[in-house]
């Protein structure tokens, strides 16, 4: 094969990955936009997408669409019930605080899913079928093109959600100006639950499609969500196209460094990646010097 098509093929595959990463920063901004709260189970969370689709496809068996939107609802409302017992009853806690509880969770929500499933390494049908796909001179999966498809729609009715609705509106209201907000009425703490709920569906949406490519158990949080971290800091936590924009940028990257350099440096690209940035342009790639929050 020569350069030209291998470099194709890993263009391919990286945009493959970097939407999936784009989803996963999208939850961490969503969350960091109402609350400044870094949430660092944001990974567990994508995780439980695809363990709670293997537990409804294999225990209660249920067809895969089912299973989905099953898998869906738990994983958000433990990122719901996670919010409730430990982020609200806080009083003024610092942010420090809030990341060694988030870290916490993350740890205990990775420990009893280890516990109940196991340590074992679990697959997921594709959602349609197996056979590549002929793109010029790249094959891709029809995952990959789920993946774009559903993170595309995703994406789409995030921002028409923020955009469009009421309560969308108030959820930016409380990212610009908390205190205000709930002097004009807006419940701040509800929407602090929001924020928590679509990140968690956000996440779990992300681990389900991506499942079938690289399976899933009790510890693929931990990489995806440090990943997806880094896309939101490269977008600069705004939530909108520059996280689906850095996400992009670092799954090319690091498809490109593995595949030309060696694929030994593949996770280790994303943080260095994350370090350059966070030292010369540490308020985002695609953001002004002040932060535009969702």
């Known amino acids: 094969?020569?350069?030209a098509d291998q470099i194709a093929q890993y263009l391919v595959s990286g945009l493959s990955t970097g939407a999936i990463y784009a989803l996963i920063g999208i939850g961490f901004a969503i969350i960091y936009n109402s609350t400044d709260i870094i949430n660092f189970a944001q990974g567990e969370l994508v995780m439980l997408g695809g363990m709670f689709t293997l537990f409804s496809l294999n225990v209660l068996h249920l067809p895969l669409p089912l299973a989905i939107l099953f898998a869906v609802a738990a994983a958000t409302a433990v990122g719901v019930l996670f919010e409730r017992l430990t982020i609200r009853p806080l009083k003024?806690?610092?942010p420090l605080a809030l990341i060694i509880i988030t870290i916490g969770g993350s740890?205990?929500?990775r420990g009893i899913t280890m516990m109940i499933g196991g340590k074992d390494t679990h697959a997921i049908p594709a959602f349609s079928g197996s056979e590549p796909i002929l793109i010029g001179t790249a094959t891709i999966l029809p995952q990959h093109l789920w993946i774009f498809a559903l993170t595309a729609l995703a994406i789409t009715a995030n921002k028409l959600f923020f955009e469009y609705t009421i309560t969308g509106k108030a959820m930016r209201a409380c990212a610009v100006n908390r205190r205000a907000a709930g002097l004009v009425g807006i419940d701040v703490k509800r929407m602090v639950l929001f924020s928590f709920a679509i990140s968690s569906a956000l996440g779990s949406l992300a681990g389900i499609?991506?499942?079938?490519?690289?399976?899933?158990?009790?510890?693929?949080?931990?990489?995806?969500g440090l990943k997806g971290f880094c896309a939101a800091i490269i977008g600069g936590l705004s939530g909108g196209i520059g996280t689906v924009l850095g996400g992009l940028l670092l799954g090319v990257l690091e498809s490109l460094g593995a595949g030309l350099i060696s694929s030994g440096y593949k996770d280790a690209i994303a943080f260095i990646i994350l370090l350059l940035i966070l030292f010369i342009r540490p308020q985002g790639l695609f953001t002004k010097a002040q932060t535009e929050r969702v």
């Open 209 to 224: 499609i991506v499942a079938p490519l690289t399976m899933t158990s009790y510890d693929v949080g931990i990489m995806l």
């Open 1 to 3: 094969m020569e350069l």
């Open 107 to 109: 740890i205990l929500i």
């Open 92 to 94: 003024s806690p610092t």
